[in-house]
């Protein structure tokens, strides 16, 4: 292991002593790492839910759960709407709360016995109970899947990130979490390669994102509403960039209106108050969406968006995607990013707002790269190796079965 990444994991503990000043014991999280890290292991997988209905790993959940038994397997949701959610599915899920009253010693020894923990997401050191999460599992195997893919343009992960952190605590939080797995969930490509290249301490596994498994082993993408158009952002990190964000929305919605399109909108989890209230007055007749799964992309005969991920997921299942990049210049200043050139030649580019008319149309009525754009798709799975999700599935129950 470098030196670097041998200091980085240092930087973990000072984050779990650093965060627990307000417990009544500063030590727990540290020591039940600690113990963690010790403590004989049972052949279980917890999969730790984020904050994202849109991730991976309800995905995941459902297909582990036809091949494990049920003291095998755990979901531990991130709130009551997940708890809800993965019992109404039949899976043995489970919610960590130091605020509960109910007895929780059976899930803190089911947490710290784990083989394997499942994440999407590296936010797990924003709450007192995510951390004491992070440490019960700490001595598991971890692998991340991540909650999205790099689209056209996306953001830098991993250590490549840690130079434009201007806090510790987003410092540390980046640092732990990208050193701190053991499997790293990626495609093929030369964007995904960027953007884990320097996570030398984590094996890669070569996949899909999981939430694709499914409908990419399915039939081909046939629009089920002709002339429906998803506007779905990534959410913007500055007030200049909100405001050129519902400029395009509001434009995107004029020209459906004038074309008889029908839109629906879904903005990110993490849009602003500002915006979605902006953007609710603007709507039109435009259908608001609490968000989106993988199935309900195939609805629709074109996805448009500027920065997210989203736009690798309907690239990847054959939807015509436009990508509205006309505040790039503003958002590599705020978020390090990534040009996928790939997915630029096989998505819509808009980078000023008066192409968007045409681009949209383009999507929309012709479709002129819809045989590139099944050639990316086809290639990206044959780097893969195996049917979306095998290798993801595969990792996982070979960590499971593993010697500790």
């Known amino acids: 292991m470098g030196l670097l990444t041998t200091e980085l994991r240092k930087i973990q503990m000072v984050v779990f002593d650093r965060l627990m000043r307000t417990s009544d014991n500063p030590d727990e999280?540290?020591?039940?790492?600690?113990?963690?890290?010790?403590?004989?292991?049972?052949?279980?997988?917890?999969?730790?839910?984020?904050?994202?209905?849109?991730?991976?790993?309800?995905?995941?959940?459902?297909?582990?759960?036809?091949?494990?038994?049920?003291?095998?397997?755990?979901?531990?949701?991130?709130?009551?709407?997940?708890?809800?959610w993965a019992r109404s599915k039949n899976l043995p899920a489970a919610l960590f709360s130091t605020k509960s009253k109910q007895d929780s010693a059976k899930l803190w020894d089911d947490l710290i016995r784990a083989k394997v923990s499942?994440?999407?997401?590296?936010?797990?050191?924003?709450?007192?109970?995510?951390?004491?999460?992070?440490?019960?599992?700490?001595?598991?195997?971890?692998?991340?899947?991540?909650?999205?893919?790099?689209?056209?343009?996306?953001?830098?992960?991993?250590?490549?990130?840690?130079?434009?952190?201007?806090?510790?605590?987003?410092?540390?939080?980046?640092?732990?979490?990208?050193?701190?797995?053991?499997e790293l969930v990626n495609e093929p490509s030369q964007a995904e390669y960027r953007r884990t290249r320097s996570l030398a301490s984590a094996k890669s596994i070569l996949d899909v994102e999981y939430r694709l498994v499914q409908e990419l082993n399915s039939s081909s993408w046939t629009p089920q509403e002709p002339k429906h158009i998803l506007i779905a952002p990534t959410y913007s990190e500055s007030s200049a960039g909100e405001d050129e964000l519902v400029k395009w929305i509001f434009?995107?919605?004029?020209?459906?209106?004038?074309?008889?399109?029908?839109v629906d909108i879904a903005l990110h989890p993490g849009?602003?108050?500002?915006?979605?209230?902006?953007?609710?007055?603007?709507?039109?007749?435009?259908?608001?969406?609490?968000?989106?799964?993988?199935?309900?992309?195939?609805?629709?005969?074109?996805v448009v968006?500027?920065?997210?991920?989203?736009?690798?997921?309907?690239?990847?299942?054959?939807?015509?995607?436009?990508?509205?990049?006309?505040?790039?210049?503003?958002?590599?200043?705020?978020?390090?990013?990534?040009?996928d050139d790939d997915q630029i030649k096989v998505a819509f580019i808009v980078r000023h707002l008066d192409e968007l008319k045409a681009q949209l149309s383009q999507a929309i009525e012709s479709d002129p790269l819809a045989?590139?754009?099944?050639?990316?798709?086809?290639?990206?799975?044959?780097?893969?190796?195996?049917?979306?999700?095998?290798?993801?599935?595969?990792?996982?129950?070979?960590?499971?079965?593993?010697d500790s």
């Open 29 to 84: 999280p540290r020591l039940l790492a600690e113990a963690s890290q010790q403590i004989p292991k049972d052949r279980r997988v917890v999969l730790v839910e984020s904050d994202l209905d849109y991730g991976n790993l309800r995905a995941l959940a459902l297909d582990l759960n036809k091949v494990l038994d049920e003291d095998e397997l755990l979901f531990l949701a991130y709130d009551q709407k997940g708890l809800d």
């Open 118 to 182: 499942v994440y999407e997401n590296h936010n797990w050191w924003r709450t007192k109970d995510q951390l004491l999460q992070r440490s019960l599992l700490a001595g598991s195997h971890k692998i991340q899947l991540w909650h999205g893919a790099t689209g056209p343009v996306g953001k830098v992960f991993g250590l490549e990130r840690l130079k434009t952190q201007k806090s510790f605590w987003h410092f540390a939080a980046v640092a732990t979490s990208s050193v701190g797995f053991d």
């Open 251 to 262: 434009e995107v919605t004029k020209i459906a209106k004038d074309r008889a399109w029908n």
């Open 271 to 302: 849009a602003k108050p500002r915006v979605s209230n902006l953007v609710k007055r603007k709507a039109g007749k435009a259908r608001l969406l609490s968000g989106v799964n993988a199935s309900d992309l195939r609805r629709y005969s074109a």
């Open 305 to 339: 968006t500027d920065f997210s991920g989203i736009a690798h997921d309907a690239l990847m299942l054959g939807i015509p995607t436009v990508s509205v990049l006309i505040d790039f210049d503003n958002y590599k200043k705020l978020c390090p990013s990534i040009i």
């Open 371 to 402: 045989t590139v754009r099944e050639n990316y798709g086809t290639s990206v799975i044959s780097g893969i190796g195996s049917l979306p999700g095998v290798n993801t599935r595969d990792a996982i129950m070979a960590a499971l079965v593993k």
